[in-house]
């Protein structure tokens, strides 16, 4: 069975700092990737999702991440946070078409002015 | 676009009582997925429909039921609830041409929150 850490749990940054929230999984096969934001007390939204293809994927709202296959990681990242990104954040993975969703524990991101 | 609706949005219920909840996925999604997400956790899948049959099963614990009906809507039924089961409850749906990555992207709806009493 496939799992996913996030290793940072808990996240402060201030505004315009820049944003890397690591995400490591653990499949031996083919894996599809994705980023969740949960704003509070709201439901999952995609940010952005990596199929095949170019490693590098960009989302919504300037976020990027890159998949790097020998380190079975998919690092999120954003150049320059806004006080808007404080959210919650869920790397999550499935291994084939219309298979479930296994989510990492989360990491609480916090941008301060 | 049409999103994953939910309802109730919000249910209190009493220990020992039952709850039903549905999921009204986007049009011609055929599949649906649930979660729970307990407080300050990650979501947890516990099952999910694919035509209207049952194509995978998680954490679901025996007190709870779920089917797809023929419209491709979802009820998940909870009874003997347990102080526990205090959750946001997720629907997802995919869907799209058969093959197609639109099967691998999940859209999820805003969640039902359940509190037991």
């Known amino acids: 069975a496939q799992s996913v850490s996030q290793h940072n749990h808990h996240v402060i940054l201030s505004e315009a700092a820049s944003l890397e929230l690591g995400c490591n999984y653990s499949?031996?096969?083919?894996?599809?990737l994705f980023w969740y934001v949960q704003y509070p007390g709201q439901h999952l939204q995609l940010l952005l999702k990596?199929?095949?293809?170019?490693?590098l994927v960009k989302g919504i709202k300037g976020f990027e991440a890159e998949f790097i296959k020998s380190k079975f990681s998919f690092n999120l990242r954003k150049p320059s946070v806004q006080w808007s990104d404080t959210a919650e954040y869920f790397c999550a993975v499935n291994t084939g078409t219309a298979s479930k969703l296994t989510f990492g524990t989360g990491t609480r991101l916090q941008v301060t002015l | 676009a049409a999103g994953v609706i939910q309802s109730p949005r919000h249910l209190i219920k009493e220990k020992r009582e039952t709850a039903t909840l549905k999921c009204y996925p986007i049009?011609?999604?055929?599949?649906v997925y649930w979660y729970q997400q307990g407080p300050g956790q990650d979501p947890q899948f516990l099952i999910s429909?694919?035509?209207?049959?049952?194509?995978d099963k998680g954490s679901i614990p025996d007190r709870f039921s779920a089917q797809q009906f023929s419209d491709y809507h979802s009820e998940l039924n909870m009874s003997s609830l347990e102080l526990g089961d205090s959750a946001l409850y997720f629907c997802?749906?995919?869907?799209?041409?058969?093959?197609?990555?639109?099967?691998?992207?999940?859209?999820f709806g805003p969640g039902t929150r359940l509190t037991v009493l």
């Open positions: 997802a749906s995919s869907g799209g041409l058969a093959g197609g990555s639109g099967r691998n992207e999940q859209f």
């Open positions: 049009p011609r999604h055929d599949t």
């Open positions: 429909f694919y035509e209207k049959m049952q194509s």
């Open positions: 499949y031996g096969g083919t894996v599809n």
């Open positions: 990596y199929f095949s293809g170019d490693p």
